[in-house]
C-alpha cells in the first residue's frame, strides 16, 4: 500500500483508521463533506506531512477519483444516517465501486454484523449464515452482494465487519450518547439490556486491525471479522466509565417501549428498535480467521479504553468550552 484515501475520514471509524495510516507512513487522502472538520482532524494529528485533506461527496465517482490522487487503495468509512440506510445505501456503494472499478483500486469496505440475522453458533466465524429478518440486515445483504458483484472488473473489494463500538471519535454507535454524557456530567440513557454482556471494540485496536488486513494483497475479495474481546455488561462499561469520570448520574436502559416513544419524536430511535435482538441475543464474532491469517489479536483491555475514551471526550468539552 502506497498510498491510500480515507472516505468518511472525519467520521467515527474514519478518524482512527487515517491516523493509523499516517503512523505507519503511509500517504493519506482524507476525504469528506466539512473542510472545517477535515482542518480539526489535520490539527488533532499534528498537521502530518503525508496527510493531504479533499472535500468532496462519497455519491460522486468523479469526487473520488479526482481527490484520490492515484491512491491504490480506498477505505470506505462513510456512514449514512440510521434512518436513511434503506434509501441510501446501495447508492453510495455503487458510487465508491464505480471509482474503484475507473481507479483500478483495492477497495476496504467497513461495515457490521446486521446481514447475518440471528445467531446460530456462540462466535461468528466469516462463513456463518447470512439469513437476515430486519429491513436493514436484508439491505446490507444487497450491499454485500453489490460490492462483490462480478460486474467490476478491475476493482478489488474486501469487507471488514464490526460490533458495536466505541471510541473518542464514536458518533453513530449505540454508545456515544451514553459515553459524551457520562463525560459531560448528564443523566443519560442506554440503548438495550445493560445486564446481557455484548461485543464491542474499541475504534483504535479496530483500525489497527483493519489497515493489517488491507496490506495483504491475499486478504481482497473477502470478509473478514474484527472482533473485540471479552464480551462485557451494560452494567460494567457504565461503571467503568463512572469512574473515568468522576461523576454518578442516572443511567436508565432503554427497552422496545422507551425506544417505540422516543421514535415518535426521533427518527433514529424509531429504526433502532427492529435492531434491539442484538441486545438480547448478542452476535459474537470469531477471531481465528484473522489470528491464523494475519497474527495474534492485541486488544486495549475495556477498563482502560474506556478510561481513554472518556478523559478524551472531557478534554474537547473542556477545550469547547474554553473558546
Do not use: C
Request: proline letters at 7%.
Amino acid at each position: 500500500m502506497k498510498k491510500a484515501i480515507v472516505l468518511g475520514a472525519t467520521g467515527g471509524v474514519g478518524n482512527p483508521l487515517t491516523a493509523e495510516l499516517i503512523k505507519r507512513g503511509i500517504e493519506t487522502v482524507a476525504f469528506g463533506r466539512s473542510a472545517q472538520k477535515l482542518q480539526s482532524l489535520a490539527q488533532e494529528l499534528g498537521n502530518p506531512s503525508l496527510l493531504q485533506l479533499e472535500t468532496g461527496d462519497a455519491f460522486s465517482p468523479e469526487d473520488i477519483v479526482r481527490a484520490s490522487g492515484g491512491a491504490d487503495v480506498i477505505f470506505h468509512s462513510a456512514n449514512i444516517p440510521y434512518h436513511e440506510m434503506e434509501s441510501r445505501l446501495l447508492p453510495l456503494g455503487e458510487a465508491v465501486m464505480e471509482a474503484a472499478e475507473r481507479m483500478g483500486a483495492k477497495v476496504v469496505i467497513v461495515d457490521g454484523i446486521y446481514p447475518y440475522g440471528r445467531k446460530t453458533t456462540d462466535k461468528a466465524t466469516e462463513e456463518h449464515p447470512k439469513r437476515p429478518h430486519t429491513r436493514k440486515g436484508k439491505v446490507r445483504l444487497a450491499y454485500e452482494e453489490l460490492i462483490f458483484s462480478q460486474r467490476w472488473l478491475k476493482a478489488k473489494p474486501l469487507i471488514v465487519r464490526l460490533p458495536d463500538y466505541y471510541g473518542p471519535s464514536a458518533k453513530a454507535s449505540y454508545l456515544s450518547v451514553t459515553m459524551e454524557a457520562i463525560a459531560a456530567g448528564k443523566p443519560t440513557a442506554f440503548i438495550g439490556n445493560m445486564t446481557v454482556p455484548r461485543e464491542y471494540v474499541y475504534l483504535p485496536d479496530a483500525a489497527r486491525m483493519i489497515v493489517e488486513i488491507a496490506g495483504r494483497g491475499e486478504s481482497f475479495g473477502q470478509n473478514w471479522h474484527i472482533p473485540g474481546p471479552d464480551v462485557i455488561s451494560g452494567h460494567d462499561l457504565v461503571r467503568f466509565a463512572r469512574q473515568a469520570s468522576g461523576k454518578r448520574k442516572a443511567v436508565i436502559p432503554l427497552g422496545r417501549i422507551g425506544l417505540s416513544l422516543l421514535g415518535l419524536f426521533n427518527p433514529v430511535m424509531k429504526e433502532v428498535v427492529e435492531m434491539l435482538y442484538l441486545t438480547e441475543e448478542p452476535f459474537v464474532l470469531s477471531g481465528e480467521k484473522y489470528e491464523r491469517v494475519i497474527g495474534p489479536i492485541s486488544w486495549t483491555p475495556h477498563e482502560q479504553a474506556i478510561r481513554e475514551t472518556i478523559h478524551s471526550l472531557m478534554n474537547h468539552n473542556r477545550t469547547a468550552s474554553s473558546k
